[in-house]
């Protein structure tokens, strides 16, 4: 069986990415690993044609970036203690940039959270969830909200 010394933990900074971390903190600590933390800010860039200038789009992408920089530093602070953790915030589709980021670490397993969606959001949104485990090089756990 492969060794697991990196995992990456890919979160949306919600109340249920708590619950995400409890698991990668568990895993980390069983198998003496390290946790990178990611999160992905949306790019935006689709608007531009949409009479927005860009540079407000720009702005307003540098904006949440920030914030969520900020609230990822607490979030590590908070939810990884006893373990090697890092936490990177980067911009993007989730899905392709949490696999992108997964490749680029060397990660040799990805945890991540589910929304759970069904319907008719399903069919508009998709999973993000899904796109990464039908795609991932490597294992991926699931953790559906509770």
Do not use: W
């Amino acid at each position: 069986m492969k060794e697991i010394k990196k995992i990456l933990c890919a979160v949306d900074l919600s109340e249920h990415s708590k619950d995400v971390a409890e698991y990668a903190v568990l895993l980390a600590k069983g198998l003496n690993a390290s946790v990178v933390v990611v999160y992905t800010a949306p790019s935006l860039s689709q608007y531009v044609g949409f009479h927005v200038p860009p540079n407000t789009i720009e702005n307003f992408v540098g904006e949440i970036v920030s914030g969520a920089e900020k609230s990822m530093e607490s979030f590590v602070a908070e939810n990884f203690a006893g373990v090697t953790a890092t936490g990177k915030v980067l911009i993007g589709y989730a899905a392709e940039e949490i696999l992108a980021h997964a490749k680029e670490e060397a990660a040799d397993v990805i945890v991540m959270g589910t929304h759970g969606r069904k319907g008719i959001d399903r069919i508009l949104f998709g999973s993000v969830a899904e796109k990464v485990v039908k795609n991932a090089d490597m294992p991926v756990l699931t953790v559906r909200p509770s």
